[in-house]
């Protein structure tokens, strides 16, 4: 078993930044792809980000390349979303996620609980 606890979440203003972190127990940290979804209002939960075990390749669907960052630290068991350029579309429920490899799947082995995001104008 694998328990994902998410931080980082809150509100800010359309243009700024947050960065979330998610801190891993159970298992090996660095077996692990790690990833970040994010669920707004009435719409599915959609991919945002993930990154290797190794943390040498990283992956971002299109509309936050270049605005979000996803890292990892394994040696304190924990993975970053670094989220910049914040718009109307980021409002969310963020999860971590980890799975046994990429590309990572619509329902990963491990969910965390959420952090939500609130972008205001």
């Known amino acids: 078993q694998v328990q994902l606890v998410e931080s980082g979440g809150g509100a800010v203003q359309a243009g700024g930044s947050l960065r979330l972190s998610c801190v891993a127990s159970?298992?090996?940290?660095?077996?692990?792809?790690m990833g970040w979804f994010r669920q707004a209002p009435g719409k599915e939960r959609e991919f945002v980000a993930a990154?290797?075990?190794?943390?040498?390749?990283?992956y971002n669907e299109g509309s936050v390349k270049g605005r979000f960052t996803i890292s990892r630290e394994n040696a304190k068991n924990t993975v970053y979303l670094q989220m910049n350029s914040l718009n109307p579309d980021a409002p969310a429920v963020y999860y971590c996620a980890a799975d046994s490899g990429l590309p990572m799947p619509e329902n990963p082995d491990y969910w965390g609980q959420g952090t939500q995001v609130t972008v205001s104008s």
């Open positions: 159970g298992r090996t940290f660095n077996y692990f792809a």
């Open positions: 990154i290797t075990g190794t943390g040498r390749r990283t």
